[in-house]
C-alpha cells in the first residue's frame, strides 16, 4: 500500500500540521511494516504504543485549540476523538495476543482515521478559523 502523502491533509494551521505530519509517519511506518516479510510482533507493539500516546498527544493539542479559537463544533469532535481512542485501546489489547491480522486492522484503520477524521473533522475546524481570521 503506498504511503501516505502528509501535504494531502495539510489545513494551513502549522501547530495541527506538524502534529499531522509525525501521525502519518507512524502511519506509514505501521504500514511499510506489515508488509515486510520478517514482520514481527515486537516491532509493531512498539508502533502501536506510539501511535496510542500520540494521538492522545495531538488531540489534547487540538482540542485546547478549538476552545482558543471558540469552535461551535468542540463538544462533537471531542466525542470522534473519543472514538478513536476507543478503536485505538481496542486494537492495541487485542494486538497483543494476534500479532499480524491486528496489524493488518491498524493499518486500515490508520488510513481511515486519517484521511477521514483529518480532511472531514479537522477540515471543518480549519475553516472556521480561516472564515474567523483568514491567513
Ligand atoms: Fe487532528
Ligand atoms: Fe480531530
Redesign the pocket.
Known amino acids: 500500500m503506498a504511503a501516505i502523502d502528509p501535504r494531502l491533509l495539510y489545513l494551513d494551521i502549522p501547530e495541527?500540521d506538524r502534529?499531522?505530519e509525525r501521525l502519518v509517519a507512524i502511519a506509514n511506518r505501521i504500514s511499510a511494516l506489515v508488509e515486510r516479510p520478517d514482520f514481527r510482533a515486537k516491532d509493531f507493539a512498539a508502533e502501536l504504543r506510539e501511535l496510542k500516546a500520540y494521538t492522545i498527544e495531538?488531540f489534547a493539542r487540538?482540542e485546547a485549540y478549538m476552545a482558543s479559537i471558540g469552535y461551535p463544533g468542540l463538544a462533537g469532535h471531542k466525542v470522534q476523538h473519543g472514538k478513536i481512542i476507543e478503536a485505538l485501546a481496542a486494537l492495541a489489547a487485542e494486538g497483543a495476543t494476534k500479532g499480524a491480522r491486528i496489524a493488518l486492522s491498524l493499518r486500515l484503520f490508520t488510513q481511515v482515521w486519517l484521511f477521514e477524521?483529518?480532511s472531514g473533522h479537522?477540515g471543518e475546524y480549519a475553516k472556521f478559523a480561516m472564515a474567523k481570521a483568514p491567513r
Open positions: 495541527m502534529d499531522h495531538h487540538e477524521h483529518i479537522d
